[in-house]
């Protein structure tokens, strides 16, 4: 026998009673006793779940990506409590992954998409928050020869991901369509074939200023939609950084300004319709049926509003994350 204290025979007897897990997630739909859930496609959306626990257990925050009243995005601070809508401590939390925000199912037509997680109440089932989870690596490689100070780290945004921004402001107007539809004014009815994106590039400024409009309108309501750690090595290699992970928030505003920024910066270099000026597109039309039909046709958008563009490019968040890391 090796020659163990009482102490590490109680602790090697402890470990080894312990079911595998992840930090506070008690209860959800995923059994980490399988070797499947620690694979990418689940870990992904698991992991944050646990580091956004342990955080909490530390009286530590998530870095809080928000808009301010000038529309410019800003950093403060948000709880575990306010992302969940629970506390992350609570008995009564339930972590429901790659689920549908069933709130949502109202607002659309046809199926409603899954989103990364969904915090639930076990005692009535009650679902609390939808969140899209991001686990991102910092540095990119594009910005892993830079200083530490200018690293970034790309994020990759999936169709449903709109979906699910778009269905968060709707939810705003669902009992008061006519307000929606007066952000709008009727401009847009002159737009016969949104497919055509010649006809509908000369009204791109026109649809940024009315998701600005709709935006400032509900300004107050804005509330976390992403969730994205970062994991954080020294540059290129590996190697994990001292100070190598944290959690980012953005709420659905912040998330939505992220897009229209990146389109006006690109109106004025070209004038074709790219990846991210189609998802502003996409945004806006959800929207804009939404204030005439009560519900949004997303499969249809989306198949049909391609611009020969049939994949999101990730999108470089360096200004927005390095001044907070």
């Not at 102490?7 to 995923?30: C, D, T």
């Not at 229209?260 to 929207?287: C, H, P, Y």
Request: glycine fraction near 4%; charge should be positive.
């Amino acid at each position: 026998m090796n020659n163990l204290s009482k102490f590490e025979i109680k602790l090697e007897r402890r470990v080894a009673n312990q079911k595998p897990g992840l930090y506070g997630v008690k209860y959800s739909n995923r059994d980490f006793t399988q070797g499947d859930t620690w694979g990418k496609n689940q870990f992904n959306s698991s992991f944050p779940a646990g580091l956004t626990n342990f955080l909490a257990s530390k009286n530590l925050d998530n870095v809080y990506i928000f808009l301010d009243k000038k529309l410019k995005v800003k950093h403060g601070k948000i709880s575990a409590e306010k992302l969940y809508g629970i506390k992350p401590a609570s008995d009564d939390l339930f972590f429901s992954f790659e689920r549908q925000y069933t709130p949502y199912q109202q607002l659309v037509i046809g199926t409603l998409p899954r989103v990364d997680l969904v915090t639930q109440s076990r005692s009535n089932g009650q679902v609390l928050r939808p969140i899209e989870v991001k686990l991102t690596a910092l540095p990119d490689n594009s910005t892993c020869h830079l200083s530490k100070e200018s690293y970034g780290c790309e994020i990759v945004i999936r169709p449903d991901t709109i979906v699910y921004l778009a269905c968060s402001i709707a939810e705003n107007f669902k009992s008061n369509q006519k307000q929606l539809l007066q952000l709008f004014g009727n401009k847009f009815d002159k737009i016969k074939d949104w497919t055509n994106g010649t006809s509908v590039w000369t009204y791109i400024p026109d649809i940024i200023s009315a998701i600005d409009k709709i935006v400032l309108s509900v300004f107050e309501k804005q509330e976390p939609i992403l969730l994205q750690p970062i994991w954080k090595t020294n540059g290129k290699s590996p190697k994990l950084s001292d100070n190598c992970l944290d959690v980012f928030v953005w709420s659905n505003f912040a998330f939505t300004q992220l897009f229209v920024d990146v389109a006006r910066g690109e109106l004025s270099e070209n004038n074709r319709i790219t990846r991210q000026i189609r998802t502003i597109i996409w945004l806006f039309k959800m929207l804009y049926d939404f204030s005439k039909q009560g519900q949004i046709n997303h499969h249809k958008i989306i198949d049909e509003l391609s611009y020969n563009t049939k994949t999101i490019k990730p999108l470089l968040l360096v200004d927005v994350l390095h001044k907070s890391i």
